[in-house]
């Protein structure tokens, strides 16, 4: 069943989000697991409980998305240039369902 | 440039979800500028922040989501089917960029 992987990003002030995101948006290259990713910065800041950069990925399954989570080139990025430059981190995964 | 809107739910102990998520995704039937839905259930609970239900849609533009924020479909809704039966919500929206 196809997984929908949702990050949402609190980013310190003065980091640079576009090149986070730029690195966030290369792992598609570097990880063939992953189907696809859509990042953006938010612009709706009523209900977004703070968090200002958003992506969500898609993976075929969920064995795909612990593919995901343990490659090197995405667990580099995690401690390397996301950790260092977040104040808060949402991770939020799901199975699509369909009725 | 296409948007995309997640929300993010914690469902209150006892309230029926499945439910819920159909009548979520039957506003892509009640409002035409919603382009997709993608529902489901959480299941990374380490880092989910107590969220338990979660959607993504896609829209044309932000024009598109603020008919589909005001409709009167999905505003019913959100009065009384979700409100009532959630802790709390989250809402991100974003521009999808493209590198």
Known sequence: MTVKHIVLIKLKAGADGERLM??????KDA???VQSVQLGVGFSPARDKGF???LAMTFKNREDLQIYNVAEAHVN???????PVADDLLVFDYDIVEF
């Open 22 to 27: 730029k690195q966030i948006e290369a792992l």
């Open 52 to 54: 200002t950069h958003g």
């Open 31 to 33: 990880i063939p697991q």
């Open 77 to 83: 990025l995690v401690k390397n240039d996301l950790v």
